[in-house]
């Protein structure tokens, strides 16, 4: 077994918890439970997976695999009775999370509240499923005989009184009795008050746990009710609701905090700590409007209120204080949490440990898989897991072939919307885990079904991009962008097909007409820029980059994009500049690593140069002109062996490259190699 660095981990899941948020309360003297971990510890932005809906997220964080290797990918699924559907449960998942790994390993570890864990599974301590919220039955807590202690731990919208709830919203008694907010509030307060009770009484009636797993979705629940009445007020929400409701949310976030301490204080001051959320949420200028819509495309909406970024806070014995976490992403959780408790990752992971947060060197110990390995893990057995969708296929048969009666009416609507935000929801896992090839039947058969679905068709036509068939890009796009000129998203996606396909004339047209929807778009503005640039409208995308960076200080891309511009323009050292400001806000950014080379290369600084890509092509191995440049520069430094092995890489990629490369930019390797062959080596 590997070290151990913490005694006891305790690891708390806050939904949709937001370091703007969280900062903007620091600043004011508040959350002191939290900003005591801080200071203590680490904190880091965590960056989210897609797509950003908490079923499949929270189950990615517990497991360390995206979802197509989990299997849960939506929040709802078919009942295998056949009456339905139902909340994806933990049957479905078919790999082990963190507290199977503790209880095949012999550790003690006990789960409250996680998504997607009900019905309850056997592990060696105590879980309570997130379907404790809605009534204690049978399956909700493991072991049985917990059931009588957690029972009494379920609260009620009606147990809040009118003074309770004042303390969200002072001008309680102004409201109007038909102003369903205060009911909503009372509803997640009492859902949270219900995990929270659980959870305390988990810690406080065996300490002998190992590692321990609390799951609070409160901030993300109630924020997609209140946030849109935080000031300042968005147009479509009347002064008397910002008035009322403004401060529901910070105060939402200082509840958090009380029940931090009181999670801290029951587990104990010998206890690692990992604090995090699956991703942000908007607060600011860039809350998204979203008006009376079909429900059935609810979800995928109301996704656009989340950031990109969550929160990490790593605190505890065996974390270093103020340690620099690089681009932690939601996958790599589950292989730290491993780490710390001395236990081995898996190479079926996808994450990787966060060891630069370890308080002492680490040395990887790493086994194939835990699927793979014998023993009691608590996982529900063989003939109770199932895929609920092969389950609804298999009833279908039996219905068609006379054996049992149609199912009731709306119940195959039912299944077959489930199955269609499914499969879309894994196209999307594809795709944004670098498998368009695995999304593209199921994006083909989606717009196929629904070819006025507009996120189908952007979605298709990201895909044919990055496959870059730029025609059948182009034909998916046109009808869809003919019938919808005011869907401004795949219009922009049209200008790109037409510019990659050389068609800058009829690209430049296209956005011309386009551009006035963007108009008070800010979050439009890189992508805007990135139009420019590939229309070589030099000025325009800089002045666009320009904006997106005041829009996001924190992201990087507009750096990145300013250090495009710069390259094309010849201005090697403001490239470098900005590439240098792109590492400095997230240094695992290969891009900025990439350009800086270039950038370096350009100015003679051939030493930092090869560096600058050795980082580039550690982070993306896959980057072939960065491999490029590393052959070239290692000619000129002579040495022949390295820059074999780069020009290798090099036949290696394009082989097995699945579209077509770019054409060659005017500052890439072809252009520096007739550049140096003019100077001194």
């Not at 270093?320 to 780490?339: C, E, R, Y």
């Not at 440990?353 to 790493?366: G, M």
């Not at 077959?416 to 090839?437: D, K, Q, T």
């Not at 997230?586 to 891009?591: D, F, G, I, S, V």
Request: hydrophobic share 45%.
């Amino acid at each position: 077994m590997a070290t151990r660095r913490a005694k006891r981990l305790l690891i708390i899941g806050w939904d949709a918890a937001d370091w703007i948020m969280i900062d903007r309360l620091f600043a004011q003297g508040k959350m002191p439970n939290l900003k005591g971990l801080v200071d203590s510890g680490v904190r880091a932005d965590l960056a989210t997976l897609e797509p950003k809906l908490s079923p499949i997220l929270w189950t990615s964080i517990a497991t360390g695999k995206w979802g197509d290797k989990h299997g849960i990918l939506n929040f709802v699924e078919p009942n295998p009775a056949g009456d339905g559907l139902r909340i994806s449960a933990s049957t479905t998942r078919r790999t082990k999370a963190v507290w199977n790994m503790l209880t095949q390993s012999g550790l003690k570890a006990n789960t409250v509240g996680w998504y997607a864990s009900h019905p309850a599974e056997a592990i060696s301590g105590v879980a309570v499923s997130n379907l404790v919220q809605d009534g204690v039955a049978e399956g909700t807590v493991h072991p049985e005989a917990s059931r009588e202690r957690i029972t009494p731990c379920r609260a009620r919208p009606e147990d809040f009184s009118r003074g309770d709830l004042a303390v969200f919203v002072p001008d309680l008694a102004q409201t109007k009795s038909t102003d369903e907010h205060p009911r909503k509030l009372a509803t997640q307060l009492a859902r949270m008050r219900t995990i929270h009770r659980a959870a305390l009484e988990v810690l406080r009636s065996d300490p002998a746990w190992d590692g321990t797993m609390i799951f609070y979705e409160t901030i993300d629940t109630v924020g997609h009710h209140f946030m849109e009445c935080f000031p300042p007020r968005m147009k479509h929400i009347p002064q008397e609701d910002v008035r009322l409701y403004g401060e529901v949310m910070p105060r939402i976030y200082e509840v958090h905090d009380t029940a931090l301490g009181e999670l801290l204080a029951a587990a104990g001051p010998d206890t690692t700590v990992m604090l995090l959320s699956d991703h942000g949420f908007h607060s600011g200028a860039d809350r998204p409007v979203i008006g009376d819509i079909d429900p059935k495309d609810r979800a995928a909406l109301e996704a656009s209120w989340h950031r990109p970024f969550g929160i990490l806070v790593l605190s505890g014995p065996g974390i270093k204080k103020g340690a620099v976490v690089q681009g932690p992403s939601l996958l790599d959780i589950a292989p730290t949490a491993l780490a710390l408790l001395g236990l081995p990752t898996g190479a079926d992971m996808d994450g990787r440990v966060l060891a630069e947060a370890f308080d002492a060197a680490y040395e990887p110990t790493i086994i194939e898989s835990w699927d793979t390995l014998g023993g009691a893990d608590g996982m529900h057995s063989a003939d109770r897991r199932a895929d609920p969708f092969e389950s609804a296929d298999a009833l279908k048969q039996l219905i068609d072939l006379g054996y049992m009666p149609a199912l009731a009416g709306g119940t195959e609507a039912q299944i077959a919307l489930a199955r269609r935000e499914s499969e879309a929801n894994l196209s999307v896992i594809y795709m944004s885990s670098g498998r368009p090839a695995l999304a593209m039947p199921l994006l083909e058969k989606l717009h196929a079904g629904h070819p006025d679905e507009s996120r189908f068709v952007v979605n298709l036509a990201n895909c044919l991009m990055a496959a870059r068939e730029f025609d059948r890009c182009e034909a998916v796009l046109a009808p869809f962008v003919a019938r919808h000129r005011a869907v401004i998203e795949p219009r922009l996606q049209l200008v790109a097909a037409l510019a990659q396909k050389g068609e800058r004339d009829a690209a430049r047209v296209e956005l011309d007409a386009a551009a006035p929807l963007a108009k008070g778009r800010a979050d439009l503005a890189l992508a805007l820029a990135d139009l420019r640039t590939l229309l070589h409208q030099w000025p325009e995308a800089a002045t666009l980059y320009a904006a997106a960076a005041r829009h996001d200080p924190a992201d990087p891309r507009p750096q990145v994009g300013l250090a495009r511009v710069a390259l094309h323009e010849r201005r090697f050292e403001a490239a470098a500049d900005h590439c240098l400001d792109a590492a400095e806000r997230r240094h695992l950014t290969p891009e900025a690593h990439d350009f800086l080379g270039i950038a370096l290369a350009w100015m003679g600084d051939h030493p930092h140069a090869i560096q600058s890509f050795e980082y580039a092509v550690a982070m993306r191995p896959g980057l072939v002109d960065a491999h490029r440049f590393l052959a070239l520069l290692a000619d000129r430094t002579g040495d022949s062996e390295k820059a074999q092995r780069h020009r290798a890489r090099v036949q290696q990629l394009l082989a097995t490259a699945t579209a077509p490369p770019p054409p060659p930019d005017p500052f890439g390797p072809e252009a520096w190699a007739a550049h140096a062959a003019g100077l001194p080596s």
